[in-house]
């Protein structure tokens, strides 16, 4: 195909679908804007065959969720030979599952809000309210739950009562068959863009995260008005410094590439705690990421028209 040629994929069939096609038609845009000539792909029964007979120069995942997260959709572009923007297949699996991050980023010895992450079996074959019980005598109260895979926090319910928990966890396991319940750490809540330069991984302004109605939720999330953003973040040089780090170190020890976006809270001491990390970050209008690059005095266009650059000289 002609030089410059791009196919973004977006869509598929998970949860986040409708995310996933506002990232990719914003990406598009953005794109043809700098020049490139843009294919708009949804990842159904017909791409493999795009991809054979209508070979781009590279591909860029705008996917959120399923396949475009946990490496399924890499995987196949590796197969085929296709060069892409993002995280390898085999880093896109540690990054999707939460309590794998967690553990990989905790062990490099960044901070962590305490955690336990159970599949739905142990509820039903040991008793739930025993398995709550524990729960919550190691946790403490409140806390977070979410499915240990996903994003754009679906499923993800705080949790202030016990009595609370028996309901919240049905609505988690609505989204997964496993259960991350994390203790809830409250301070500033911040999201950290990584792009990888020439001279390797670089963290962007720190963007801070205000929802109206105390939780960032799915909502929160993809609703203008709803959430209240400050970029660069209002911290002090020092804990700016810190979430960087622990972004950047995030970014490496996982094995991410291109991009990423780490969330991670700042609690009232001044501590760090990483939440997790998106190795396909949002690009909606209401996304982190894009008001990172304007933080950056950079634009979505040109950091991902550099992106596509570098993976198509990378190669498939």
């Not at 030979?81 to 880093?91: D, F, H, K, L, Q």
């Not at 040089?237 to 991670?264: C, F, K, M, Y």
Request: with cysteine; charged share 20%; glycine share 10%.
């Amino acid at each position: 195909m002609a030089e410059g040629t791009v196919a973004v994929l977006a869509g598929g069939l998970s949860h986040e679908r409708d995310v996933s096609l506002r990232s990719g038609r914003r990406l598009s845009v953005a794109l043809r804007d700098q020049g490139l000539t843009v294919h708009e792909w949804d990842t159904d029964s017909g791409l493999l065959e795009r991809l054979q007979n209508e070979r781009p120069d590279a591909a860029v995942v705008a996917l959120h969720g399923g396949a475009g997260e946990n490496g399924s959709v890499q995987t196949i572009l590796e197969m085929l030979g296709v060069p892409y923007v993002g995280t390898s297949s085999r880093g896109c699996r540690k990054a999707w599952d939460k309590p794998i991050a967690k553990a990989l980023v905790e062990n490099a010895g960044f901070s962590t809000p305490r955690w336990v992450s159970l599949p739905h079996s142990t509820f039903r074959e040991l008793g739930a309210q025993p398995v709550l019980d524990a729960m919550v005598e190691r946790l403490g109260l409140p806390l977070i739950l979410k499915p240990d895979q996903g994003g754009s926090a679906l499923g993800a319910q705080v949790v202030h009562d016990a009595a609370e928990l028996p309901a919240a966890m049905v609505g988690c396991f609505a989204y997964g068959d496993t259960v991350l319940a994390e203790q809830f750490v409250d301070g500033v809540e911040v999201a950290v863009a990584v792009v990888e330069r020439d001279g390797g991984p670089e963290a962007l302004p720190p963007v801070e995260i205000v929802p109206e109605g105390g939780v960032y939720d799915y909502t929160a999330r993809y609703t203008a008005g709803l959430t209240d953003f400050f970029a660069p973040a209002r911290l002090s040089d020092e804990s700016r410094a810190a979430v960087q780090e622990l972004a950047v170190q995030a970014h490496s020890l996982l094995g991410l590439r291109d991009i990423s976006r780490t969330d991670a809270i700042v609690a009232e001491d001044g501590t760090v705690h990483f939440l997790e990390v998106n190795s396909s970050p949002g690009l909606t209008e209401t996304s982190t990421v894009p008001m990172a690059f304007e933080a950056a005095g950079t634009s979505l266009g040109a950091v991902f028209t550099d992106l596509v650059h570098r993976a198509a000289q990378r190669g498939g």
